[in-house]
Structures are given as structure tokens and as C-alpha cells.
């Protein structure tokens, strides 16, 4: 069990440097606001394939252990080609080998904790939280010691070979991928020949409008801490944000897994909450504005990962759940990066931030609305009762 929390702990820190300073790297390069946001767009492209296709893989032939480690080889190699690149497409193709397997990471652990706990929301996010641990943590340290230099590729690069290199010492020690237990209940329904419903269907549109508000954020909140604001405290405030998820995450799993709660209340939850965080970046652009919207990440995420996990898990059946978990990750959040990339650069560039962040903030109100507009949907019997 201390190798499974401890591959949660160092995957998330892995993103602790690439999530953050990936838009910092591609400015140090001299690319304008315009080609970042293509290239980031093309980043989240790749990160839609990879997934699918990785999950497709493990869904038919299993190895979940040789192919995170194969995953997290080749996303080290990218990693080295974009920090050393001198050209656009090298960038390019750096990006592509990066985004395509460090992005099927995600869905591959998520599935293996997941069988392992035959779909216990509770447990499932008392171990994805030390996913977050491990994000703050790594967050903090970087803010305490003004480390990596922003200005040089080489240094955040470095750091984030580093971790990886000790993610890759602890998949060496998983076990075999746990087998189905009798636990889980297939419920026979008109859709039983389908290895989903109808309500995974609409559940990853509404995420998808979810996340395309967050791209915002993903994407250009660095930038805007450092160009609009002059504040170069990165890493301290993406640790508050994560912070704020943890307890958020592990009272949702109880509450999800009691039935106290459904995870299309928490998708209202979080929807809501990201309008008033992008609202808050917007109209408050100072330190205090920041700060409110970091705390507002505890329900804008914390609520709505548990849920989405969950959800997954019910609206798919378990021969199909690295692949759910991966339409989850690349349909439900790549695609909507890739279009609020493209477009968000587009924005910043000719209207500036506050009229990216009010725009965004629509998308994640029509994603509360629709939970409602299809609710019955939303709570209809699942393919699997975990």
C-alpha cells in the first residue's frame, strides 16, 4: 500500500513542475502569446491520443506496470527535447512525446487504484490524495528555495527528470493489477450490450464545459501572475490551490461513497465554484483576488474529481474502465485544453486576461445549468453499482 500512495505521491509532483512552467518555458523560447497558445493546444492534443490509445492497450492485454513505466521513459525523452530545442519543431515534437504519455499516466493509476479498490470512492480518494501531497509539497519546496529558475529551461527540466526518475524506482516495486472482485454488481439494463449509458454520454459534455473554463487557468494563470500582477510567487500559489483540494477531496469521496451526495450535485458544486474563481480573477486582479479564487479550487476541483472518478466508474463497465477512465481524461478534459488553448490565446492577445477569464467564466455556469436540464439522466440506474 506504501508503494501505491507513494506512486500517487510522485506522479502529481511530476505535474508540479510541468503544469505550472510548461507556458513559462514555451515564453523563454520568444514564442508570442498567440503561438503559445497553439502549442499548448497541440500539447492537449497529443494528450487526447495518448490515453485512448495506451488505455485501449491495458483494457485488452493488461501489463498496467510495463506500460506506466514505458509511459514515464518516453515522457522523460520529451522532456529533454523541449528543454534543448532550438527550433519549432523540435518544441513540437518534445511537446507531442511529453503530452501523448505523461498524460495517459493519470488514467492508467486512476484505473489500478480503482480495481484494486473495486470502485470504494472513499478509499480511492484518501490514495489520490496524497496525489495532491505530493503537489504541495513539491510546490512549497520549489517557493522556499526560488527554485527552478523561471528564466532557464535547463533548471525546470532538470527538476522535472528528477522526479520522474523516482516515480520510476516505485513503479518498480507495484504488484501484479488486482483481478475483478465479486464485489462489483453488473445491473442489467436496456443499454446492457453497451460497455456504457446514456448518462456517461451527457456526464462527459458537462465535464468538458467544466474544463474548457478551467483551460483558462491551466493554460494562462502563470502568465497572468507574472505579466499582469508582477507576482512571480508560482509555485506558492498553485501549492494554496492544491492545498485547498485536499480535505475538499476526501469529504467528497465519504460523502460520494455514503450516498450522502451524487456526483451530479458535485459537478453543480464545481461549476458554480469555478464562475466565481474565473469572476474573482477578472474583477479583483490583485493579490486578494488570487488568493479568494486559489481557496475556490477546493470545490472548482476537489468536489469534482472525486465525482468524475466515480462516475466513470459506474457508467462503464470494468472491462472498459481504463478505457472510460481515459475518455474521462482526454474527451472530458484534453479536448476542451486543446479549445480553450487555441482560443484563450487568441483573447489574451488582442483583449487581455480580464475579458479571458470573464468569457470562460460562461462555460462553467452552462455546465451547472445542463446538470439540471438533464438530471433524471444523470441519476438513472449505472451499468455497475460499486
Same mark, same amino acid.
Given at each position: 500500500m506504501v508503494i501505491l500512495y507513494s506512486s500517487f505521491f510522485f506522479m502529481y509532483?511530476?505535474?508540479?513542475? &510541468?503544469?505550472?512552467?510548461?507556458?513559462?518555458?514555451?515564453?523563454?523560447?520568444?514564442?508570442?502569446? +498567440?503561438?503559445?497558445?497553439?502549442?499548448?493546444?497541440? *500539447?492537449?492534443?497529443?494528450?487526447?491520443? %495518448?490515453?485512448?490509445?495506451?488505455?485501449?492497450? &491495458?483494457?485488452?492485454?493488461?501489463? #498496467?506496470?510495463?506500460?506506466?513505466?514505458?509511459?514515464?521513459?518516453?515522457?522523460? #525523452?520529451?522532456?529533454? &527535447?523541449? #528543454?534543448?530545442?532550438?527550433?519549432?519543431?523540435?518544441?513540437?515534437?518534445?511537446?507531442?512525446?511529453?503530452?501523448?504519455?505523461?498524460?495517459?499516466?493519470?488514467?492508467?493509476?486512476?484505473?489500478?487504484?480503482?480495481?484494486?479498490?473495486?470502485?470504494?470512492?472513499?478509499?480511492?480518494?484518501?490514495?489520490?490524495?496524497?496525489?495532491?501531497? %505530493?503537489f504541495v509539497f513539491f510546490s512549497l519546496l520549489f517557493a522556499a528555495t526560488k527554485q527552478p529558475d523561471l528564466s532557464s529551461n535547463l533548471s525546470i527540466g532538470t527538476f522535472a527528470l528528477a522526479i520522474s526518475g523516482i516515480f520510476i524506482l516505485v513503479v518498480l516495486g507495484w504488484k501484479r493489477e488486482p483481478k475483478q472482485r465479486g464485489a462489483s454488481i453488473q445491473i442489467e439494463t436496456p443499454q446492457a450490450g453497451h460497455w456504457f449509458d446514456r448518462a456517461f454520454v451527457v456526464g462527459i459534455f458537462i465535464?468538458?464545459?467544466?474544463?474548457?473554463?478551467?483551460?483558462?487557468?491551466?493554460?494562462?494563470?502563470?502568465?497572468?501572475?507574472? +505579466?499582469?500582477?508582477?507576482?512571480?510567487?508560482?509555485?506558492?500559489?498553485?501549492?494554496?490551490?492544491?492545498?485547498?483540494? *485536499? %480535505?475538499? #477531496?476526501?469529504?467528497?469521496?465519504?460523502?460520494?461513497?455514503?450516498?450522502?451526495?451524487?456526483? &451530479?450535485?458535485?459537478?453543480?458544486?464545481?461549476?458554480v465554484a469555478m464562475m466565481l474563481r474565473?469572476?474573482?480573477?477578472?474583477?479583483?486582479?490583485?493579490?486578494?483576488?488570487?488568493?479568494?479564487?486559489?481557496?475556490?479550487?477546493?470545490?472548482?476541483? %476537489?468536489?469534482?474529481?472525486?465525482?468524475?472518478i466515480f462516475f466513470v466508474a459506474r457508467r462503464v463497465r470494468r472491462s472498459h474502465r481504463t478505457l472510460g477512465m481515459s475518455i474521462y481524461i482526454s474527451l472530458g478534459t484534453g479536448l476542451p485544453a486543446v479549445l480553450g488553448s487555441s482560443l484563450g490565446g487568441l483573447i489574451v492577445e488582442s483583449f487581455g486576461y480580464r475579458t479571458l477569464f470573464l468569457s470562460y467564466s460562461f462555460f462553467a455556469l452552462a455546465s451547472a445549468l445542463l446538470c439540471f436540464v438533464f438530471y433524471r439522466t444523470m441519476t438513472t440506474s449505472p451499468l455497475e453499482e460499486v
Open positions: 509532483s511530476i505535474y508540479a513542475i &510541468v503544469n505550472p512552467f510548461l507556458q513559462v518555458m514555451l515564453r523563454n523560447k520568444g514564442y508570442s502569446y +498567440e503561438i503559445v497558445g497553439v502549442l499548448l493546444s497541440l *500539447f492537449e492534443i497529443a494528450g487526447i491520443a %495518448g490515453p485512448l490509445l495506451v488505455a485501449r492497450h &491495458v483494457d485488452k492485454r493488461g501489463n #498496467m506496470k510495463a506500460v506506466v513505466l514505458f509511459c514515464t521513459v518516453i515522457a522523460c #525523452m520529451g522532456m529533454t &527535447v523541449l #528543454m534543448l530545442s532550438t527550433s519549432l519543431l523540435i518544441t513540437i515534437v518534445g511537446l507531442s512525446l511529453l503530452a501523448f504519455f505523461l498524460r495517459s499516466l493519470m488514467p492508467l493509476l486512476d484505473s489500478y487504484a480503482n480495481n484494486l479498490f473495486n470502485g470504494d470512492s472513499q478509499k480511492y480518494t484518501l490514495i489520490r490524495s496524497f496525489g495532491t501531497v %505530493g465535464i468538458a464545459l467544466n474544463r474548457i473554463s478551467m483551460s483558462s487557468v491551466s493554460s494562462f494563470f502563470s502568465l497572468y501572475l507574472v +505579466e499582469e500582477l508582477k507576482i512571480n510567487a508560482i509555485s506558492l500559489l498553485n501549492a494554496l490551490a492544491a492545498g485547498s483540494e *485536499f %480535505g475538499a #477531496m476526501i469529504i467528497a469521496g465519504i460523502l460520494i461513497q455514503r450516498k450522502k451526495v451524487l456526483p &451530479v450535485h458535485m459537478f453543480i458544486a464545481s461549476g474565473l469572476i474573482l480573477y477578472a474583477m479583483v486582479p490583485s493579490i486578494t483576488g488570487v488568493l479568494a479564487g486559489q481557496l475556490l479550487h477546493s470545490i472548482g476541483y %476537489g468536489f469534482f474529481h472525486p465525482a468524475a
